[in-house]
């Protein structure tokens, strides 16, 4: 018997990478006949330096992930994901990512993809898609590649 994932989430954000996520995971919801769950994570750590914070900041970055995944939940349709579904988290992505919302959510894969950082800032801050394969309870699957398994021409060697 084949292993059927039923709930599959995709962390997006706006990059190139999460785009090839998303991409790679409406294909794999598809073929499972499992609900897609897209998430975006507001990192709210990056508010803490604002000294003038006055909540302005939190509601545009509330309203561009909502945006965000207003288009993707339409791509995702349009492209034949029927069960579709979308979650915005607030604080650090990587153990909301990793932990809080597979278990929340009852997430059984984890799509995400290949970070951006360069390799100094890996060493000093970590990835999240690293931290995710260590710490999530489900299976992860990072994804480098576009639909045609090739390594898109405008990413960065590292």
């Not at 309203?63 to 988290?89: D, N």
């Not at 607030?90 to 059984?108: F, H, R, T």
């Not at 799509?111 to 390799?119: S, V």
């Amino acid at each position: 018997m084949l292993q059927n994932y039923r709930k599959i989430m995709v962390a997006v954000d706006g990059s190139s990478e999460a785009e090839l996520a998303f991409q790679k995971a409406m294909n794999v919801a598809m073929r499972n006949d499992a609900e897609l769950l897209l998430a975006h994570v507001i990192d709210t750590r990056a508010f803490q330096s604002v000294s003038s914070f006055d909540g302005v900041l939190a509601e545009q970055a509330t309203e561009m992930a909502k945006q965000t995944l207003e288009g993707y939940k339409k791509q995702a349709k349009e492209h034949g994901c029927e069960k579709v579904s979308s979650v915005i988290e607030y604080g650090s992505p990587k153990p909301l990512i990793a932990k809080q919302l597979p278990q929340d959510q009852e997430v059984d894969l984890i799509m995400l993809g290949a970070t951006g950082l360069n390799a100094v800032e890996r060493l000093f801050i970590g990835s999240v898609s690293e931290y995710v394969i260590r710490n999530a309870a489900c299976d992860v699957l990072v994804v480098r590649t576009d639909l045609d398994n090739k390594i898109p021409v405008n990413q960065d060697e590292d």
